[in-house]
């Protein structure tokens, strides 16, 4: 049993929140697309460099390609184009971040990548409302570290929507007459 | 199969259930009656019986019906005999079954007799006492039968060929590394050191992909035996009389390929006996043997299995799939159709639908979900039929689908893997030799005019100004295509690596494949090529007596 001695404030929220799943902090792997974000880094797999993307035509704008990850055929997604941000070149500082969501592995290529920060769930914020769009629920939040604001991507969520999208739009007109045969 | 082989592969198989048996008793006597348990023993026991039949051990046989029955008793609580005694007896018999098993093991042309046993048992189960000597076993029995096979999970031999796979491409690698090597250290003894390792090298590992492939293959009788029963009742149910034969059914394949083979030839077997094979009245009226023969045949051409499905009966009516062919707008009414054109034209999809099944008096129901099953084998099918001499419809798959032959080919600056499977042949073409019409490229070539699909355009690349081309022909059973492409990089083995589709199935790509290099470079999916064709441009097929003269249709496109 943990003891409970009563908070200054006697406030009931302020025990309550020492009951709540939620870790005091939260540990991010943060890059840069312009603004600075971040990541859980127990999504994070590791940092490739930017190298041997071959592009994959008919796929989505946002889809850079695939990279041979030791062996493995690893799609990246321009994760700028993929939030609608103003293009930007590849450079010597780009990276890929191989991040593991949920039984996807996928890369996330990105300007550059800054640190690894703990942020003290206490200085995490929800986003501004005026900001958020229909379809930006896979912003969760935003940091707030120093003078610095890290905003908090969902990556679930960034690819559940990535499902939904792709999986409605079909692939052509081609139409399998269905067969008399059953299936057994 | 020899016989020797066939009572090996029946007593591995027996030796299973004995066991079952065995452990069964055993918790039985430990946590009393469960119902599962003898279940799934009862299950056991089926098997092992149905095997002795077949095998021809009458005797045998009779004694495992008879002790399916003495465990049924337990299931079914029979007041009169207490579970330990049950137990004890059906020990006895397992111990019995032991010894006939080691008898057909020492000496395989034996044949048990176990006519006492089955006397006393049965007199046991009509409510008598039991009164049998116990049998004596003989250790050794205890051990069963030393097999030759052992039953691996299939996904260990995947990852063994995942492997495999990285291996053949490290190979690659290390012979590029060491042309370069060789050309820097000319004729020095190291670099041939270096060369004669890597050979040795290049040896061992064609020997162990070899190895691992032959280790996941399965006899193609592992389909071909599902359908003796279905082609009878299938037979009876449409008044036909129908022999079938199997030629070649131990040729092998990877096991891969054997799952997904079923519903393809059950297509086609159905086919054959709804509309291929006639009634036999019609066929003694026509001077056939009123009993059809439909031949399932299977044999290894080189890197390939070729499966043939053919039947003896009317063949394609070839005035009826044109009517249907021109009311689905799939052909004009001023194309003439030759047997050939026809057989293309029944796995176009759109061809059948479900209101001409019970009308069609040609075949076709489905042939499109064939040829597309078929396709995503890397395979091929084609139909070849001549009136009242029969069809038949000819698969060829590759051996494996893990690894597979290709043919590299650069478009817009990338480089693409085309299945061989899908490749007729590869010319030299230029810009003179691609005409117009009705607003499609086309290339005429042997006699067949053919839609051109330019690679780089087909995938958004932006078309290289170039003067000369190469063309590779993709053949989708007679209909062709022209792919262009820059140049063509020869011909190699590739290790197929499926994309992640998280992002949707891209257009026009199959899978990926890692180069010696490291690269990634794309295989193409040539059946979608046909399905951007068939909105537009149906006809491709078919041959015309003047290409220009064809007058220009609606588009029928979407």
């Given at each position: 049993m943990t003891e409970i001695s009563l908070p200054p404030s006697g406030l009931a929220e302020d025990i309550l929140v020492n009951f709540t799943e939620q870790p005091a902090e939260l540990h991010l792997v943060t890059f840069s697309l312009g603004e600075e974000y971040g990541v859980p880094i127990r999504q994070v797999r590791e940092i490739v460099r930017v190298g041997g993307l071959t592009i994959i035509p008919n796929s989505p704008a946002y889809i850079e390609g695939v990279i041979n990850l030791r062996g493995r055929v690893l799609p990246v997604m321009n994760l700028r184009r993929r939030l609608r941000l103003p293009e930007k070149d590849i450079s010597k500082a780009s990276r890929i971040i191989v991040t593991e969501i949920g039984a996807k592995v996928i890369g996330l290529l990105v300007d550059a990548v800054s640190h690894v920060v703990r942020v003290p769930s206490g200085a995490v914020e929800d986003a501004p409302e005026e900001v958020l769009?229909?379809?930006?629920?896979?912003?969760?939040g935003v940091g707030k570290l120093n003078n610095r604001l890290i905003i908090m991507l969902d990556l679930e969520r960034l690819l559940k929507r990535e499902q939904l999208e792709t999986g409605e739009s079909g692939d052509g007109p081609q139409q399998i007459p269905s067969s008399i045969f059953e299936r057994r | 199969m020899d016989y020797d082989a066939l009572v090996r592969d029946f007593l591995d198989d027996a030796d299973c259930h004995l066991n079952v048996l065995d452990s069964a008793l055993i918790s039985l006597e430990q946590n009393g009656h469960d119902p599962e348990v003898v279940r799934q023993t009862l299950g056991a026991l089926h098997t092992l019986k149905g095997n002795s039949g077949m095998m021809g051990y009458e005797s045998f046989k009779n004694y495992i019906h008879l002790t399916e029955e003495l465990l049924k008793k337990i299931s079914d609580g029979d007041?009169?005999?207490q579970l330990p005694e049950l137990i004890n007896i059906l020990g006895d018999g397992a111990n019995i079954i032991r010894n006939a098993l080691q008898g057909i093991g020492k000496d395989n042309s034996s044949n048990p007799d176990l006519s006492e046993n089955l006397r006393s048992l049965r007199r046991y189960i009509d409510g008598a006492e039991y009164s049998a000597v116990k049998p004596a076993v003989d250790p050794d029995a205890y051990l069963g039968v030393r097999t030759d096979t052992i039953k691996v999970d299939f996904t260990r031999l995947d990852a063994l060929l995942d492997l495999v796979g990285e291996l053949v491409i490290f190979k690659t690698r290390l012979g590029q590394l060491e042309g370069r090597i060789q050309a820097e250290l000319f004729s020095k003894p190291l670099a041939k050191e270096l060369n004669e390792s890597l050979e040795l090298m290049g040896k061992t590992v064609s020997g162990l992909q070899e190895g691992i492939m032959r280790a996941r293959m399965l006899p193609v009788s592992h389909v071909f035996n599902r359908f003796p029963k279905m082609v009878r009742d299938i037979a009876a149910s449409h008044g036909k009389e129908i022999r079938l034969v199997f030629e070649g059914e131990d040729t092998e394949l990877d096991k891969t390929v054997i799952d997904e083979l079923g519903e393809p030839l059950i297509h086609i077997i159905r086919n054959a006996i709804d509309h291929g094979i006639e009634a036999p009245g019609e066929r003694r009226a026509k001077g056939k043997d009123g009993t059809g023969t439909l031949t399932l045949s299977a044999v290894q051409e080189s890197n390939y299995v070729i499966i043939r499905v053919k039947?003896?009966?009317?063949?394609?009516?070839l005035e009826r799939v044109r009517e249907i062919g021109i009311s689905r707008g799939l052909i004009s009414d001023e194309d003439p159709l030759d047997s050939q054109g026809a057989s293309s034209l029944i796995f176009a999809a759109g061809f059948t639908t479900k209101r001409e099944v019970d009308d069609i008096s040609g075949r076709g129901i489905g042939l499109d979900v064939v040829h597309k099953k078929i396709s995503q084998l890397n395979g091929r099918v084609t139909a070849d039929s001549s009136p009242d001499r029969g069809t038949t419809f000819t698969i060829k798959l590759p051996l494996s689908l893990a690894i597979i032959p290709a043919l590299m080919a650069e478009a817009g600056g990338e480089v693409y893997a085309i299945p061989m499977s899908a490749v007729d042949e590869n010319i030299r073409a230029d810009e003179n030799d691609i005409h117009m019409i009705n607003n499609r490229e086309v290339i005429s070539f042997r006699e067949k005019v053919m839609p051109v699909i330019r690679l780089d355009e087909f995938f958004g690349l932006g078309r290289a100004q170039r003067k000369g081309c190469y063309m590779v022909i993709i053949g989708k059973a007679d209909k062709k295509l022209a792919v262009a492409v820059d140049r063509l990089r020869g011909q190699q083995e590739i290790v197929i690596k499926p994309l992640d589709d998280t992002f949707g199935k891209p257009r026009g790509i199959a899978g990926a494949s890692i180069l010696g290099n490291g690269r990634i470079v794309l295989i193409l999916d040539v059946m979608s090529f046909w399905s951007n064709e068939a909105a537009d441009f149906?006809?491709?097929?078919l041959k015309r007596k003047q290409p220009g003269a064809v007058s220009p249709r609606p588009e029928t496109g979407t």
């Open positions: 769009e229909v379809d930006t629920d896979y912003i969760t | 007041a009169d005999r039947d003896d009966g009317r063949g394609i009516n149906t006809t491709p097929g």
